[in-house]
């Protein structure tokens, strides 16, 4: 009893913080029903007239539609679709102004209409509680309705709460509390059975505890006309104070329950679901009638509207079709506003469309709705922070946001701020807040969803790490297993007997022969129609069988053949020993120097530690001449014959044999001779012949040693041209061995080991061949010189074809070869190198644009990869060529082409330098003196010529003019 009287006595209506009472206005338009808005001769269709996901289109340009046609469904879990208002033909797709303060364009489908408003064929649910309500969410989800009431949030998410989450209360907005707008309270006056109807669908859906109507009092025939359409229902309709903004959602759902959402909560999250009356009255028109949101109720109002009114307005119908529907006067507009005068913006552009949440346009004059005064400085004075029905203090965020210190502007909750117009309408210094919070707002979700990319990139880039490194990871695992497996067939086959390989090559190709044979002859029965067919195929597969069996017994017999061990480079070591050692020489004496020219304390210090460098430097090359005398040159090879040349000529011959035989069959067959099937098989015979000699070749090349025999010169020559042929002889075959080898590596080949020692083999012979023709230069003895008897004021040039001493002549040949060699790696690794760059930009920008698909973007670092190797094997090739003239220019000259480079380029600056002291000097000084420095510039001229002849020729011999 006593809780009884106790609820009887609480208020239904409860209260909120701050709130403004600004002139309604609303009778400018409420005074006439409904009207049917203008049919334009074309629709603009933003594709993101709602929260969330834009839409994505089903349609093509040139396609006719029927009104009620779905033109593009939900792309996304928060997203709605968008049907043809009326029938017509698509015309175009693309960027086009929308609803947004900034005028900005957006994707857009436009409908040219033809005026016969022809339906697709749809029909409702006549009881709509004998489907289920996933059924019918789905029904609203394709019906594209969202919220109407301003924020445009999809309704299926709203209704679709799930089992977990239990609905007290079920709010139902129909305060519509800004100036001027109407929509709402005509729609209640004229439909409320329908929307009452809509409700109900609703509280199917979520099966709420009490369902709350919330009405200001300005609105006395509304509030009657849904008294009247509840009667019967178990709807409660709560009468609320006019003030502003009640119609926000916490506020309302602060009004009719008293309960109060917190900041970062959401209304279900305490227990209610808050929807518009206009929202309700479409879900109705979707479920009961079939019909999705085409259409919505609009005000047109304002003093510069001759009839003004609530029209009911074709989606995507441009704002200057329905100004001219309510017969505006452009002249008389001084100001055009979408939305409410509190929280709506200024069109600048009348062919933006109106969309799902275009509740109001206002056409004011310039007396009505002037320009804001100027901004003055804010006072302090606190007006705003006792209007704010959020409860912030909008004073903080104000400076937060003009100082651009959006983290301090997070703090104070500036997400809550519902951008009422509160404190705006009552600040005296007539500071646009709402336009400062609107842009806090938007710096804050730009980089929230820079953060989200970046995240998704880090992420992206993580797995490609973690699969690189696990291919790496997986990639040893199985050069290990190789290298294991080597060794143990190393192991076997030094334990096992020797094994005759010419015996399994004579018995694999015996097998060979004898399958041809047996397949010949099942193809002739089989031609015949004889019994035995079968037979002969079952004994043709045993016979391939045992020859696959055969050729793999020689496989593993050539590959069982174990590798020389390569020999210690003792020269090699000492040579790397004594630059080590020649480097930190340098260094010490640079730094000792450095330390003397500052007056360091640790320069007598630094001396005697580079003074004990320089010897030990001079002892280790002094061993390094010991070790280059003692080494003894490799004895020369008996000549013996090659056989991949014997090879070469067996497979020419056998090849030869087989054509002939062949055209030999042809010839009988066709001619009807007896031994044509004879004729047949030696040729079967002989293709088989050839097909093993041409496998045996194979096999002798990748057996052979990299390093061709010289043969014997016919007649004496020079011993520095035989070494310098020998040296670039074993030098390409060192390259080639570690090709080999590198590519064996790569593809996993059983013989990888064996073809690095073989180059470790060749790398050792060519460093000795090298040191040999060092040596050779050094005990060569120079050409005589001539010498140039002095005079007293002319000295004669060096002539300009002599060349340095210690430069031979080169076969031209062999120039122009490496030169062309150079180009075309040159343009193989630039054409690599672009089309890598290329690929690597494309992948950046799918990457910082966010729009290409995982699976995409792991093909596209896939392919960069690949064309970066690709990029890098043409640059290691053409590296190796340049080091591999370097070392010839070495090899001929004596010193590396940096030297040579850097001794023309000395020779040049002396020679410049006097020439300018001549110059300098030729008007003051004695003829004396003048005749001195002309026999000097002469005598670095003669310099300068042969430094530059040196370096000329060292470059042109070995092709590297480029």
């Known amino acids: 009893m006593i809780r009884t009287l106790f609820r009887s006595r609480s208020p239904k209506v409860f209260d909120f913080h701050g709130g403004i009472h600004p002139p309604e206005r609303k009778d400018i338009s409420n005074g006439t029903a409904i009207a049917p808005g203008p049919m334009p001769g074309q629709l603009v269709l933003p594709l993101n007239m709602h929260i969330g996901a834009p839409a994505k289109p089903l349609v093509e340009p040139g396609e006719r539609v029927l009104k009620g046609q779905m033109i593009a469904e939900p792309s996304g879990a928060v997203s709605a679709a968008i049907h043809a208002p009326t029938s017509g033909t698509v015309s175009a797709i693309g960027p086009r102004a929308i609803q947004h303060p900034s005028g900005m364009d957006a994707v857009c489908i436009v409908i040219d209409t033809d005026g016969k408003d022809e339906w697709i064929e749809h029909a409702g649910v006549a009881d709509y509680t004998e489907r289920s309500p996933g059924e019918l969410v789905d029904t609203i989800r394709h019906a594209g309705i969202a919220g109407m009431g301003g924020a445009g949030f999809p309704t299926s998410i709203k209704v679709n709460l799930g089992d977990h989450q239990r609905v007290e209360e079920l709010v139902i907005n129909a305060v519509e509390c800004e100036p001027y707008i109407t929509a709402d309270d005509r729609l209640m006056r004229e439909r409320a059975d329908e929307i009452i109807a809509g409700i109900n669908i609703l509280q199917y859906l979520l099966n709420p505890r009490r369902t709350l109507i919330g009405i200001e009092d300005n609105k006395p025939e509304a509030i009657s006309a849904i008294k009247r359409a509840c009667k019967g229902c178990d709807i409660d309709v709560r009468v609320v104070p006019t003030k502003y903004p009640s119609g926000g959602e916490k506020q309302l759902i602060q009004l009719l329950t008293g309960k109060e959402v917190k900041s970062g909560q959401l209304p279900a999250q305490v227990g209610v679901v808050c929807q518009n009356v206009g929202t309700a009255y479409a879900i109705k028109r979707a479920v009961v009638d079939g019909q999705p949101l085409l259409s919505r109720v609009t005000t047109l109002t304002g003093e510069g509207v001759s009839r003004p009114g609530n029209f009911e307005v074709l989606l995507g119908t441009p704002v200057r079709d329905l100004l001219l529907h309510g017969s505006v006067d452009p002249d008389n507009i001084g100001r055009l506003v979408m939305g409410g005068p509190m929280m709506g913006f200024t069109l600048h552009n009348p062919a933006v469309p109106v969309v799902k949440t275009t509740n109001c346009l206002i056409a004011a004059t310039l007396e009505e709705l002037p320009e804001p005064p100027p901004e003055q400085p804010c006072i302090r004075c606190g007006s705003c922070a006792d209007v704010c029905p959020a409860n912030l203090l909008p004073q903080q965020l104000y400076w937060h946001a003009k100082n651009d210190d959006l983290e301090k502007a997070q703090q104070h909750n500036l997400m809550d701020c519902i951008e009422c117009g509160a404190c705006a309408y009552v600040c005296p210094s007539h500071i646009p807040l709402v336009q400062y919070y609107r842009y806090a707002k938007a710096e804050v979700r730009q980089q929230a969803a820079e953060q989200v990319k970046a995240d998704k990139a880090r992420q992206r880039f993580e797995a490609r790490q973690a699969r690189i490194d696990a291919e790496k990871a997986e990639k040893e695992a199985r050069r290990q297993a190789r290298l294991e497996a080597n060794r143990k067939k190393k192991t ?341 190198h672009k089309q890598y760059k290329d690929a690597h930009a494309a992948l950046e920008r799918g990457e910082r644009n966010g729009d290409i698909p995982a699976d995409e973007l792991n093909a596209m670092e896939r392919k960069v990869d690949k064309l970066k190797g690709k990029a890098d094997v043409a640059r290691d090739a053409l590296d190796a060529l340049v080091e591999e003239a370097k070392a010839d220019i070495r090899a001929h000259t004596g010193k590396d082409l940096k030297t040579l480079k850097l001794e023309a380029a000395r020779a040049e600056s002396a020679l410049a330098d006097k020439q300018r002291e ?15 420095l002309s026999s000097e510039l002469q005598a670095l001229e003669a310099e300068a010529q042969i430094a530059r002849m040196a370096l000329k020729q060292a470059v042109e011999e070995q092709g590297l003019q480029d």
């Open 492 to 832: 076997e086959a030094a334990a096992a007997p020797s094994v005759d390989t010419a015996a399994l090559k004579q018995a694999s190709l015996d097998a060979s022969k004898a399958y041809k044979a047996a397949v010949k002859a099942a193809r002739e029965t089989d031609a015949n129609g004889a019994d035995n067919t079968a037979d002969l195929k079952a004994e043709a597969d045993r016979l391939k069988a045992e020859a696959d069996k055969a050729k793999a017994a020689v496989r593993d017999a050539k590959s069982a053949a174990p590798a020389a061990a390569p020999a210690e480079d003792v020269v090699g070591k000492l040579k790397k020993q004594v630059g080590d050692a020649s480097t930190a020489y340098k260094a010490a004496v640079k730094a000792a120097k450095d330390a003397e020219a500052n007056g360091d304390d640790n320069a007598a210090e630094l001396r005697a530690k580079a003074d004990e460098l320089k010897a030990a430097a001079d002892k280790l090359k002094a061993d390094l001449r010991d070790a280059k005398a003692n080494t003894t040159a490799t004895p020369a090879a008996a000549p013996q014959a090659d056989p991949v040349a014997d090879l070469k000529k067996q497979v020419g011959d056998a090849s030869s044999a087989y054509k002939a035989a062949v055209k030999a069959a042809k010839e009988a067959e066709e001619n009807g001779a007896d031994n044509a099937a004879e004729l047949r098989n030696q040729a079967d015979e002989l293709k088989a012949k050839a097909d093993q000699l041409k496998a045996d070749l194979r096999d002798a090349k990748a057996n052979a040693p990299a390093t061709p025999t010289p043969a014997p010169a016919a007649a004496p020559t020079d011993p520095l041209t035989e070494l310098k042929k020998k040296v670039g002889e074993v030098s390409s075959a060192y390259k080639a061995a570690v090709k080999a080898a590198k590519e064996a590596d790569e593809n996993g080949a059983d013989n990888a080991a064996e073809l690095r020692a073989e180059a470790d083999r060749l790398k050792a012979e060519a460093d000795h061949w090298k040191a040999e023709l060092r040596e050779a230069k050094a005990s060569a003895p120079a050409p005589a010189t001539p010498k140039t008897p002095p005079a007293p004021t002319d000295t004669p040039k060096a002539p300009e074809t002599e060349a340095p001493q210690a430069l031979a002549a080169v076969d031209p040949e062999v120039a122009a070869k490496r030169q062309k060699r150079l180009k075309a790696l040159k343009t193989a690794y630039n054409m690599a």
């Open 918 to 932: 001549l110059e300098q000097q030729r008007d003051s000084a004695s003829e004396v003196n003048l005749e001195a």
